[in-house]
T-cell receptor
Framework: SQQGEEDPQALSIQEGENATMNCSYK?????LQWYRQNSGRGLVHLIL?????REKHSGRLRVTLDTSKKSSSLLITASRAADTASYFC????????????FGGGTRVLVKP | DTEVTQTPKHLVMGMTNKKSLKCEQH?????MYWYKQKAKKPPELMFV???????INESVPSRFSPECPNSSLLNLHLHALQPEDSALYLC??????????????FGPGTRLTVL
C-alpha cells in the first residue's frame, strides 16, 4: 500500500509559472525524499528533508515539511519545459538501507 | 561514478521463456533494490539485498528470482511470467546504513513486455 498520497495527480502550467504539489503520509518518518521521473525512465533524487527541518531549498526547488499534519510540499519556481516529469515523494522505513515507499506521484506538464 | 546501469533497456518475452535482468553499480553501495512500476503508478519495492544477502522479499511470486552475485551486481531472473507482469523494472542502490538519511540512486529501468 502507498505510504503517501500526492495532490494534484496532474498539473499543467505555462513556462515561467510556479508548480506546487503536496504529499501526505501516514506513519512517523525520519526523513522525506522527493524524486523526479522523466517519461518512464529512472528516478532522480531531488531533495531530502529531515524530520526536524521545516523547509529546505535547492536551486529552484523549495520543500516544506509539516510533521504534525504528516504532509510535505514541493514548489518548483520559474518552471521550464525541461521540468515536465512525474514527481514522487517517498519515505523510508527501517533503520537500514533506503527502503522507499512512494506516493502516487504528480504528473507535471510545463508548456512552452 | 554515481551511475546505476541496467540491461537490457527493453525486453519482450513469452510466458514460457526464461530471461534475466541485470543491474550494476560501482558506488560501493551495499544495499541494492528491485522495484516494479506499472504505467502511471509509483514504483513498488520487490526485493532488498543487504551485503549481498536477501533481506526483504515483499511477497513477490516465485517466478521472480533475485540474485546478488557480488557487491556490484544484482540480477532478476524471470521464468513463466504472466502478461500482468509487464512493467518497468527499476534497480536502485544506496548506503546500507542510509535509514532514509541518504538518497537512492536508480537505474534507467528495463521495460518488460510479457506476451
Amino acid at each position: 500500500s502507498q505510504q503517501g498520497e500526492e495532490d494534484p495527480q496532474a498539473l499543467s502550467i505555462q513556462e515561467g509559472e510556479n508548480a506546487t504539489m503536496n504529499c501526505s503520509y501516514k506513519t512517523s518518518i525520519n526523513n522525506l525524499q522527493w524524486y523526479r521521473q522523466n517519461s518512464g525512465r529512472g528516478l532522480v533524487h531531488l531533495i531530502l528533508i529531515r524530520s526536524n527541518e521545516r523547509e529546505k531549498h535547492s536551486g529552484r526547488l523549495r520543500v516544506t515539511l509539516d510533521t504534525s499534519k504528516k504532509s510535505s510540499s514541493l514548489l518548483i519556481t520559474a518552471s521550464r519545459a525541461a521540468d515536465t516529469a512525474s514527481y514522487f515523494c517517498a519515505t523510508a522505513r527501517g533503520a537500514a538501507g533506503n527502503k522507499l515507499t512512494f506516493g502516487g506521484g504528480t504528473r507535471v506538464l510545463v508548456k512552452p | 561514478d554515481t551511475e546505476v546501469t541496467q540491461t537490457p533497456k527493453h525486453l519482450v518475452m513469452g510466458m514460457t521463456n526464461k530471461k534475466s535482468l541485470k543491474c550494476e553499480q560501482h558506488m560501493g553501495h551495499r544495499a541494492m533494490y528491485w522495484y516494479k512500476q506499472k504505467a502511471k503508478k509509483p514504483p513498488e519495492l520487490m526485493f532488498v539485498y543487504s551485503y549481498e544477502k536477501l533481506s526483504i522479499n515483499e511477497s513477490v511470486p516465485s517466478r521472480f528470482s533475485p540474485e546478488c552475485p557480488n557487491s556490484s551486481l544484482l540480477n532478476l531472473h524471470l521464468h513463466a511470467l504472466q502478461p500482468e507482469d509487464s512493467a518497468l523494472y527499476l534497480c536502485a542502490s544506496s548506503q546500507e546504513r542510509a535509514g532514509g538519511r541518504q538518497s537512492s540512486f536508480f537505474g534507467p529501468g528495463t521495460r518488460l513486455t510479457v506476451l
